[in-house]
C-alpha cells in the first residue's frame, strides 16, 4: 500500500518570500502525484498533477513541483508567496493500475504567511 | 460546468442518530468517493463507488455505508453516531478510476457533520 509523509506540520514564510513545502511517498513503482490547497472550511482544490513525463510540473496560482524519483519525492515550490497563499496543503498519491482506485493523502502542511 | 455538489453544508445531530450526507458527481463522472476529515486526523479515505458498485472501503465500521445511484450520484449513510464522527465529510468525483487510467479527483466543499 501506498504511504505519504508531509514533514512538516506548519510552515510560517514572509510574504514575497519564496517556499517549499517537502513531500515523501511509499509505493512500489512511480505513482501518480498530486497537490491539493485547502482553504479554511472548503473543500480540496487541485494545484498541480504528475502522470508522466517532465518531473517539473506547473501549477495553478504559480505553483510548480518537481518529481524526484531517486528520492521519491515531489516538493511543491512557489517563488515569492502571497498572504492569499495562506492555506493547508495536501500532497496526494495515487496507485497506477490499481484496484484500490483512489488517493491517500499526508496529514498536511499549514502555511501561514506573515507581513 | 458545475462541480461536485455536497448537501446539506451543516448537520448536527445527537449520538446514536442517524446522519444522511449526499453528493452530485461532476456530469459524465462514474466514481465517486467518500473522505473523513476529522480534527488532527487528516484525510481517512471511507469509500468509493463506481458504476453503481462499491469497489472499496477504508478502514471504517460497518455503521459507515452508501449507495451510488444510477444517476451516479451517492448517498453517504452513518448509523449509531458518536461524537468521534464529528468531522468534514469530503465527496469527490473522477470520470474514470485509476485502474483504467490517469485522472484528477474534483472535490465538493464538504457537509461538516457536528455529534452532540
Known amino acids: 500500500a501506498q504511504s505519504v509523509t508531509q514533514p512538516d506540520i506548519h510552515i510560517t514564510v514572509s510574504e514575497g518570500a519564496s517556499l517549499e513545502l517537502r513531500c515523501n511517498y511509499s509505493?512500489?513503482?512511480?505513482?501518480?502525484l498530486f497537490w491539493y490547497v485547502q482553504s479554511p472550511g472548503q473543500g480540496l482544490q487541485l494545484l498541480l498533477k504528475?502522470?508522466?513525463?517532465?518531473?517539473l510540473v506547473q501549477g495553478i496560482k504559480g505553483f510548480e513541483a518537481e518529481f524526484k524519483r531517486s528520492q521519491s519525492s515531489f516538493n511543491l515550490r512557489k517563488p515569492s508567496v502571497h498572504w492569499s497563499d495562506a492555506a493547508e496543503y495536501f500532497c496526494?498519491?495515487?496507485?497506477?493500475?490499481?484496484?484500490?482506485?483512489?488517493?491517500?493523502f499526508g496529514k498536511g502542511t499549514m502555511l501561514l504567511v506573515s507581513p | 460546468e458545475a462541480g461536485v455538489t455536497q448537501s446539506p453544508t451543516h448537520l448536527i445531530k445527537t449520538r446514536g442518530q442517524q446522519a444522511t450526507l449526499r453528493c452530485s458527481p461532476i456530469?459524465?463522472?462514474?466514481?465517486v468517493y467518500w473522505y473523513q476529515q476529522a480534527l488532527g486526523l487528516g484525510l481517512q479515505f471511507l469509500l468509493w463507488?463506481?458504476?453503481?458498485?462499491?469497489?472499496n472501503r477504508g478502514n471504517f465500521p460497518p455503521r459507515f455505508s452508501g449507495r451510488q445511484f444510477p444517476n451516479y450520484s451517492s448517498e453517504l449513510n452513518v448509523n449509531a453516531l458518536e461524537l468521534e464522527d464529528s468531522a468534514l465529510y469530503l465527496c469527490?468525483?473522477?470520470?474514470?478510476?485509476?485502474?483504467?487510467?490517469?485522472?484528477?479527483?474534483?472535490f465538493g466543499a464538504g457537509s461538516r457533520l457536528t455529534v452532540l
Open positions: 469527490a468525483s473522477s470520470l474514470v478510476p485509476f485502474s483504467r487510467g490517469a485522472n484528477v479527483l474534483t
Open positions: 463507488y463506481d458504476e453503481g458498485e462499491e469497489r
Open positions: 496526494a498519491v495515487g496507485a497506477r493500475n490499481s484496484g484500490y482506485s483512489t488517493l491517500t
Open positions: 509505493y512500489g513503482a512511480t505513482p501518480y
Open positions: 504528475y502522470f508522466s513525463g517532465d518531473t
Open positions: 456530469s459524465g463522472h462514474t466514481s
